[in-house]
């Protein structure tokens, strides 16, 4: 399995993210930052202590590429950027995950997704 992203990682990682996307007029720290970013170790020991066995977790990065800026745009403000934008008006919300996508280097997000296999203890 993949190493694990944890707590200091993911700070290193988004703190310039985090910088830039003030630069750009409206990011914040939402609820992921830190302690509430779901690794696969933390993922698996939640798992467990729901009752489930056989738990397999893991990280797999999977850049994901859009056809046209308006696909990115709509991927970025419900996904990627949705918790960022939630508290913006519109217009706000609009210019700031246009403004995010336009500094992009080409139509394509560095997604790492989170994978899980496990099944219910019997």
Aim: contains cysteine; proline residues 5%; glycine residues 6%.
């Amino acid at each position: 399995m993949p190493r694990d992203w944890d707590a200091e990682t993911y700070d290193r990682i988004a703190d310039p993210q985090f910088r830039w996307g003030a630069s750009v007029g409206g990011a914040r720290r939402g609820p992921v930052h830190g302690e509430g970013v779901a690794t696969a170790e933390r993922t698996s020991e939640r798992l467990r202590l729901a009752g489930f066995a056989d738990i397999e977790c893991w990280l797999h990065a999977e850049p994901t590429p859009f056809e046209t800026l308006e696909a990115l745009e709509t991927f970025l403000r419900t996904v990627a950027l949705g918790d960022h934008v939630a508290t913006m008006a519109d217009d706000e919300s609009e210019a700031f995950v246009h403004a995010v996508a336009e500094r992009l280097p080409r139509l394509e997000l560095d997604y790492v997704r989170l994978n899980i296999r496990a099944r219910r203890a019997s």
